[in-house]
């Protein structure tokens, strides 16, 4: 991608230093024997096979048009230390942070996090770029509906017992993504995400219930598996 220097900083290019530096070929011997990569490789395809939330979304996605295949839009990079994955619109491709993704779970949710937003990115065709609005929306989404901020994540990181905490989860979440990507205020990203949150957070598609565990998202899995049923005794 031909990106300036001020772009990859102000777009959040520069937490993916691989994106540019033509460091690996895909398919390169060097790429094959690199353990982080390798190990990447296997939890990413774990991922796509056994998770109800990236199952779901690799289905939806096909049956909007934008079917999702493994060599041509994931990429396993070594980044930034402070993130975990990434969307890069420009070559629609899901970046994954070898060297910080060391868990199955946590791969898992990254997994889902950067597919809803390519699954924005395939129905809503958003403006990432141009329109800060389409960015904190679909971050949003994101934090809502990946696990990010499910009951089990927010004690391990000892954060609960608050009132709304599931959507205050959200919103700092939301918020924390656009500062990391976007070189502008807080309180300019604050203002935006407040301004699309209701929306934002009541848009939970296409699971159609905020899927707030795995048990939740395989109910969502089983209905979209049988929406062509439910729809044919209508």
Avoid at 9 to 36: C, H, M, V, W
Avoid at 49 to 58: H, I, Q, R
Avoid at 65 to 75: L, N
Avoid at 195 to 208: I, K, L, Q, R, S
């Amino acid at each position: 991608m031909a990106q300036t220097e001020q772009q990859e900083e102000d777009y959040g290019y520069n937490l993916f230093p691989e994106r540019n530096s033509g460091k690996f070929q895909k398919g390169s011997i060097a790429e094959s024997l690199f353990t982080f990569n390798h190990k990447c490789q296997v939890m990413l395809q774990f991922a796509m096979e056994t998770s109800p939330y990236a199952k779901l979304l690799l289905g939806a996605m096909k049956s909007s048009g934008c079917a999702v295949y493994k060599d041509r839009h994931f990429s396993c990079e070594d980044c930034d230390g402070t993130v975990s994955g990434g969307f890069d619109a420009t070559s629609s491709q899901i970046v994954l942070c070898q060297n910080n993704i060391h868990q199955q779970s946590h791969m898992n949710r990254v997994v889902t996090h950067e597919l809803i937003h390519a699954f924005d990115h395939c129905r809503a065709h958003v403006d990432w770029f141009n329109n800060f609005k389409h960015l904190a929306c679909s971050e949003i989404r994101a934090a809502n509906l990946s696990g990010d901020c499910s009951f089990h994540n927010e004690v391990s990181r000892f954060n609960f017992g608050l009132k709304k905490h599931h959507q205050e989860c959200v919103r700092g979440r939301a918020l924390r993504s656009i500062l990391a990507v976007r070189k502008v205020s807080r309180e300019e990203a604050e203002k935006v995400v407040d301004e699309v949150f209701d929306t934002c957070f009541n848009d939970h598609a296409p699971f159609g219930r905020i899927p707030h565990d795995k048990k939740d998202a395989k109910f969502a899995y089983r209905d979209f598996e049988n929406r062509d049923r439910y729809s044919a005794n209508l």
